[in-house]
T-cell receptor, first 107, second 114 residues
Framework: GQSLEQPSEVTAVEGAIVQINCTYQ??????LSWYQQHDGGAPTFLSY????GLEETGRFSSFLSRSDSYGYLLLQELQMKDSASYFC????????FGRGTSLIVHP | DVKVTQSSRYLVKRTGEKVFLECVQD?????MFWYRQDPGLGLRLIYF???????EKGDIPEGYSVSREKKERFSLILESASTNQTSMYLC?????????????FGDGTRLSIL
């Protein structure tokens, strides 16, 4: 069957580093995407990992281990504007979105 | 930039009405999707379409139908609206299925069924 697990909520302070974990089980798998969604806004694409390892894009990095069916999103130098929901989406023929992780950044 | 436009930002309808939600994309994308988003439940796929006149059921198709008569337009239809269909509805599109094809989302339609 298919399953997707990520924490429901994570809190951190400005300037800190936070890691949002994602474990998945899908029938087919091309790669793992991450999306960000601010309250009242549309989800926007952040990153995609097709191969094992770390992909860095500015303050955000995303990691994938295909053998462990595991990935994470790493956010560095947190800013207040990073407060949002973050969705991991394993990509089969179409992506699967889960319940997302609400990140709350405190001053 | 890809633009996905949903016809209404907010919509209020009555139980039993037939409701149409429209979505248009301007980048000649093959694939289009309809999701609903509810607090604590994340994004759930209702239907998707990989070509004109082609559609596939997602995870929660009951009570919904879709129409794709033109490549750029994907409509979600609530045949007889019920209060449990009150939700945020999001449309998305991609160039093709699989691999690294980011989904581009519209701003959403917040639908209330009274």
């Amino acid at each position: 069957g298919q399953s997707l697990e990520q924490p429901s909520e994570v809190t951190a302070v400005e300037g800190a580093i936070v890691q949002i974990n994602c474990t998945y089980q899908t029938s087919g798998f091309y790669g793992l995407s991450w999306y960000q969604q601010h309250d009242g806004g549309a989800p926007t694409f952040l990153s995609y990992n097709a191969l094992d390892g770390l992909e860095e894009t500015g303050r955000f990095s995303s990691f994938l281990s295909r053998s462990d069916s595991y990935g994470y999103l790493l956010l560095q130098e947190l800013q207040m504007k990073d407060s949002a929901s973050y969705f991991c989406a394993p990509q089969d023929y179409i992506p699967t979105f889960g319940r997302g992780t609400s990140l709350i950044v405190h001053p | 930039d890809v633009k996905v436009t949903q016809s209404s930002r907010y919509l209020v309808k009555r139980t039993g009405e037939k409701v149409f939600l429209e979505c248009v994309q301007d980048m000649d994308h093959e694939n289009m999707f309809w999701y609903r988003q509810d607090p604590g439940l994340g994004l759930r796929l209702i239907y998707f379409s990989y070509d004109v006149k082609m559609k596939e059921k997602g995870d929660i198709p009951e009570g919904y139908s879709v129409s794709r008569e033109k490549k750029e337009r994907f409509s979600l239809i609530l045949e007889s609206a019920s209060t449990n269909q009150t939700s945020m509805y999001l449309c998305a599109s991609t160039t093709r299925a699989g691999e690294n094809q980011p989904q581009h989302f519209g701003d959403g339609t917040r639908l209330s069924i009274l």
